[in-house]
């Protein structure tokens, strides 16, 4: 894994990092580049196939085919793979799990802050409503 400097350069080999045309400071066109790898290709088919399963990758395989279409969720997944692959490659380091209920907990703080920071700008205070059992 020496050839690459990094984890982004590995990615951009691959075909997985968008390339942003960017002309007088103004972005044009953020395309993946074409490149004809068996190791992409396996790596979007691999992001395919996690995105029927319960686990973290999955989770955020399905956000993104809902935010951004399958498409580009497969390319996405694919590159958060290939991320994964270098670093397990390079560092010789066993891949632990993480658990999923965590990394859902995780990304609604995200969209809870998220949510929170807009109203803020926009004058407003979000309380927390205490949930009344049915």
């Known amino acids: ?24 400071r103004k972005l044009l066109d ?52 290939a991320c994964l692959v270098y670093h397990l490659l390079k560092y010789k380091e066993q891949y632990r799990e993480p658990d999923p209920v965590t990394y859902q907990l995780k990304v609604q703080k995200a969209i809870l802050a998220k949510i929170q920071k807009q109203a803020a700008a926009l004058g407003y205070k979000l309380l927390p409503t205490a949930l009344v059992p049915a």
């Open 30 to 81: 953020t395309r993946t580049c074409k490149v004809i790898n068996r190791v992409a290709t396996t790596l979007r088919l691999a992001a395919q196939a996690v995105g029927r399963t319960n686990t973290p990758l999955g989770i955020f395989y399905r956000r993104k085919t809902a935010h951004l279409g399958p498409a580009k969720a497969t390319t996405a997944a694919a590159r958060k793979l």
């Open 1 to 24: 894994m020496s050839k690459w400097r990094s984890a982004k350069a590995f990615c951009s080999w691959l075909g997985l990092s968008p390339r942003n045309k960017i002309s007088g």
